[in-house]
């Protein structure tokens, strides 16, 4: 039963993660550019260190390398697959409603919300220490993910505050796959699947979604920072 405390206590923190949309309020525009730059390049940084670092090896320790490899490939192409989806179903032969931008985009990160829970869940199942190194690689992640998703809301028209209110309900599907996860777990080994499956999915939105953002950089002083930010990401993961 602790773990389960473990689970749904972390996967609540990740939920508050997205009231980071507050801060962004009070921030001035250039600096609030700037820091969620270095928040981007630091999370690419900790998604890196936590499939490579923590996740693939403990799927290796744990059950050995057969299939592991093969389940991260999964997860890498599942990701692609999904985000292609999305990106198909509201940006169809160039036309991008802004509405509709943002609701694809709430549901969307509502789905891999969920996803984060269960992987959450599967890790806190293997070992504690594994579980709160996700979590803290999770969360470095929905820091500019909540930002970003924020912005997308203003974008569409919504109200700052509905737009905040919108972003903190949708990041509560968290806590929904991490104690659905939890419950379903003893039904099969389906953590065998999910952690090399998560490293998957982990290595594509670092390698695909945020560094491809950063490496448009073209300040050198600027990039160097990013850089660094990169590299201080997998530390603190390596760290842990």
């Given at each position: 039963?602790?773990?389960?405390?473990?689970?749904?206590?972390?996967?609540?923190?990740?939920?508050?993660?997205?009231?980071?949309?507050?801060?962004a309020?009070?921030?001035?525009?250039?600096?609030?550019?700037?820091?969620?730059?270095?928040?981007?390049?630091?999370?690419?940084g900790?998604?890196?260190?936590?499939?490579?670092?923590?996740?693939?090896?403990?799927?290796l320790?744990?059950?050995?390398?057969?299939?592991?490899?093969?389940?991260?490939?999964?997860?890498?192409?599942?990701?692609?697959?999904?985000?292609?989806?999305?990106?198909?179903?509201?940006?169809?032969k160039?036309?991008?409603?802004?509405?509709t931008?943002?609701?694809?985009?709430?549901?969307?990160?509502?789905?891999?919300?969920?996803?984060?829970?269960?992987?959450?869940?599967?890790?806190?199942?293997?070992?504690?220490?594994?579980?709160?190194?996700?979590?803290?690689?999770?969360?470095?992640?929905?820091?500019?993910q909540?930002?970003?998703?924020?912005?997308?809301?203003?974008?569409?028209?919504?109200?700052?505050?509905?737009?905040?209110?919108?972003n903190?309900?949708?990041?509560?599907?968290?806590?929904?796959?991490?104690?659905?996860?939890?419950?379903?777990s003893?039904?099969?080994?389906?953590?065998?699947?999910?952690?090399?499956?998560?490293?998957?999915?982990?290595?594509?939105?670092?390698?695909?979604?945020?560094?491809?953002?950063v490496?448009?950089?073209?300040?050198?002083?600027?990039?160097?920072?990013?850089?660094?930010?990169f590299?201080?990401?997998?530390?603190?993961?390596?760290?842990l």
């Amino acid at each position: 039963m602790s773990i389960l405390f473990w689970i749904i206590g972390s996967t609540i923190l990740i939920s508050l993660i997205s009231l980071i949309g507050v801060i962004a309020l009070a921030l001035k525009e250039k600096y609030l550019d700037r820091v969620v730059m270095l928040l981007v390049a630091l999370s690419a940084g900790a998604l890196i260190g936590g499939a490579f670092l923590h996740l693939i090896p403990e799927a290796l320790e744990e059950f050995g390398p057969e299939h592991i490899f093969i389940y991260s490939i999964i997860g890498f192409t599942s990701f692609y697959v999904i985000e292609k989806v999305f990106h198909w179903r509201h940006c169809h032969k160039g036309r991008c409603p802004e509405h509709t931008f943002a609701e694809m985009n709430l549901f969307g990160d509502a789905v891999h919300n969920i996803i984060d829970g269960i992987v959450i869940a599967a890790s806190f199942i293997v070992s504690i220490p594994l579980g709160i190194t996700t979590t803290f690689a999770i969360a470095l992640h929905e820091i500019p993910q909540g930002i970003g998703n924020y912005g997308v809301l203003l974008y569409a028209k919504f109200h700052k505050w509905k737009a905040l209110l919108l972003n903190f309900l949708v990041s509560l599907t968290v806590v929904i796959g991490g104690i659905a996860s939890y419950f379903l777990s003893g039904l099969s080994n389906s953590t065998m699947f999910l952690i090399p499956f998560a490293a998957g999915g982990f290595v594509y939105v670092a390698a695909s979604d945020l560094l491809p953002e950063v490496r448009k950089e073209q300040d050198l002083k600027k990039s160097l920072l990013n850089m660094l930010a990169f590299i201080v990401g997998i530390l603190i993961i390596y760290m842990l």
